[in-house]
């Protein structure tokens, strides 16, 4: 099993940038895809971006493509979402999500979340 706990979300006003992060404790982070999510109001959670377990490829929204980069560190445990040029549409609670497999969609863990508020 693997722990996911975010952080770094806030508020910040439009045109701003934030770095979260989503720290995993338990089996060995590196064994682990990760991705990052999000949920407005409202709204069906949404998929933000995807990194492999090497860290060798990433995916994104369309919505957020060369806004926000994905990265890891196999070292710390931790893996990061720059998040920049925020816009109010990007409002929402960022989860970071784990699964045992670079191609299978499943995803078997979940973090609880990180707020992030863009204020116009």
């Known amino acids: 099993q693997v722990q996911l706990v975010e952080s770094g979300g806030g508020l910040v006003q439009a045109g701003g940038s934030l770095r979260l992060s989503c720290a995993a404790s338990g089996r060995a982070f590196s064994t682990y895809a990760m991705g990052w999510f999000r949920q407005a109001p409202g709204k069906e959670r949404e998929f933000v971006a995807f990194?492999?377990?090497?860290?060798?490829?990433?995916s994104y929204a369309d919505s957020v493509k060369g806004r926000f980069t994905i990265s890891r560190d196999n070292a710390k445990n931790t893996v990061y979402l720059e998040m920049n040029d925020l816009k109010p549409e990007d409002t929402a609670v960022y989860y970071c999500a784990a699964r045992n497999s670079d191609y299978l969609p499943q995803y078997d863990y979940w973090g609880q979340g990180t707020q992030v508020t863009v204020s116009s």
């Open positions: 990194i492999i377990r090497s860290g060798g490829r990433t």
